[in-house]
């Protein structure tokens, strides 16, 4: 039971940090001043943090697919079923963001899943 509850804990703290990594300048405390633009911003904190983690599920599902191997596979999905989609390292949260169309060309390879094509 210890050992489920020290995991829960983790699985809070690392979406405490994951929280702490999206906002920028003093993630602890709301510059907006009224309640509307308060959930306004926490509106677009979570929005950001679903889009982190939507990709990593994508990622992850491609990669799946793409593997030949059934040893391959099991060793995938047994990492992904013990261990959290919310990781963020690989994603440039502070810097220059160019959407020209360019830099738009999907570079991971990602593609849609079989059922919307």
């Known amino acids: 039971m210890k050992r489920g509850i020290e995991k829960q804990l983790n699985k809070v703290e690392?979406?405490?940090r994951f929280t702490r990594a999206i906002a920028v300048g003093n993630p602890r405390e709301f510059t907006q001043g009224d309640k509307e633009e308060q959930e306004i911003a926490e509106s677009c904190n979570r929005l950001i943090k679903n889009a982190i983690i939507c990709?990593?599920?994508l990622y992850l599902s491609q990669k799946l697919e793409g593997m030949d191997s059934l040893e391959q596979k099991d060793k995938l999905l047994s990492a992904i079923s013990s261990h959290s989609p919310i990781s963020w390292?690989?994603?440039?949260l502070l810097g220059?963001?160019?959407f020209s169309d360019e830099k738009l060309k999907d570079t991971a390879g990602i593609q849609l899943?079989?059922?919307?094509?």
Request: aromatic fraction near 16%; charge should be negative; charged fraction near 15%.
């Open 14 to 16: 690392l979406a405490n």
């Open 55 to 57: 990709w990593n599920y």
């Open 89 to 92: 390292a690989h994603i440039n």
């Open 96 to 98: 220059e963001y160019d």
């Open 113 to 117: 899943p079989k059922i919307l094509v």
